[in-house]
Nanobody
Framework: QVQLVASGGGSIQAGGSLTLSCAFS????????VAWFRQAPGKEREPVAE???????YIEYPLRGRFAISRDNAKKIVFLRMSALNTGDSAMYYC????????????WSQGTQVTVSS
């Protein structure tokens, strides 16, 4: 059974940095595409970044230059590094995994809250 555990959220002042972690268990992480999503109160969930089975990283355009995604296959962790945070980045962040060849994200973590204050 694949399980994801997201951690690393917290409260931070604008301009600061945070690194979120997505710990993966139940399978080898390098056979999954892993993505980060976020959802702010009253808003729809939106994609943030993803990293493929081949380590191809993609960051949503508005976040490029501030966010980065990476994976440590040996430790089964995917990281989301966030810098120059602003209040618009405040949201619940989730990681999700899609198996190689799959079409849906079947596995989701619990959320980790990021709150950025001005």
């Amino acid at each position: 059974q694949v399980q994801l555990v997201a951690s690393g959220g917290g409260s931070i002042q604008a301009g600061g940095s945070l690194t979120l972690s997505c710990a993966f268990s139940g399978s080898t992480v390098d056979t999954f595409l892993v993505a980060w999503f976020r959802q702010a109160p009253g808003k729809e969930r939106e994609p943030v970044a993803e990293i493929s089975e081949y380590d191809n990283a993609y960051i949503e355009y508005p976040l490029r230059g501030r966010f980065a995604i990476s994976r440590d296959n040996a430790k089964k962790i995917v990281f989301l590094r966030m810098s120059a945070l602003n209040t618009g980045d405040s949201a619940m962040y989730y990681c999700a995994a899609r198996a190689f060849g799959g079409r849906e994200f079947l596995y989701w973590s619990q959320g980790t809250q990021v709150t950025v204050s001005s």
